[in-house]
């Protein structure tokens, strides 16, 4: 929890157990968005699942496993070349494939409902 809200917000939070609402969460890095209600939440849920959904399954847990991979190591020549060869091995795959042919042919791509 620290490396999400910072030194500072832990040492306030931690120590006082001072309790704070949703807009000081979204302040400080705990929550990506807040909404004024329940109707807005459903609103706001749908919106990020339909996004999840619409992305390329392989590619999104390729992308989790770079972020979990470089997290907390030095940029240097080394990561940036197995960063470079794992975009590239994404971007020449059946899935890249068929998310460019779909682009191109205006239509979804076969991993969403409406490419199926």
């Known amino acids: 929890m620290l490396a999400k809200i910072g030194e500072s917000a832990a040492r ?3 120590l006082t157990a001072e309790r704070f609402g949703a807009e000081v969460a979204r302040e400080i890095g705990l929550v990506h968005e807040t909404v004024g209600s329940e109707n807005d ?3 706001a849920a749908d919106r990020v699942v339909d996004q999840l959904l619409a992305g390329a ?25 197995e960063t470079a060869a794992r975009i590239a091995a994404r971007r ?3 899935e890249a494939r068929e998310g460019m042919a779909a682009f191109f ?3 979804k ?8």
Do not use: M
Not at 58 to 66: G, R, T
Not at 109 to 116: F, I, L, N, R
């Open 12 to 14: 306030r939070y931690f």
């Open 41 to 43: 939440l459903n609103g």
């Open 57 to 81: 399954p392989k590619a999104q847990s390729a992308a989790k496993d770079l972020i979990f991979t470089v997290k907390n190591r030095t940029i240097d020549t080394a990561l940036r070349d």
């Open 92 to 94: 020449t795959s059946r």
């Open 105 to 107: 042919e205006k239509r």
């Open 109 to 116: 791509p076969s991993w969403t409902k409406e490419g199926q």
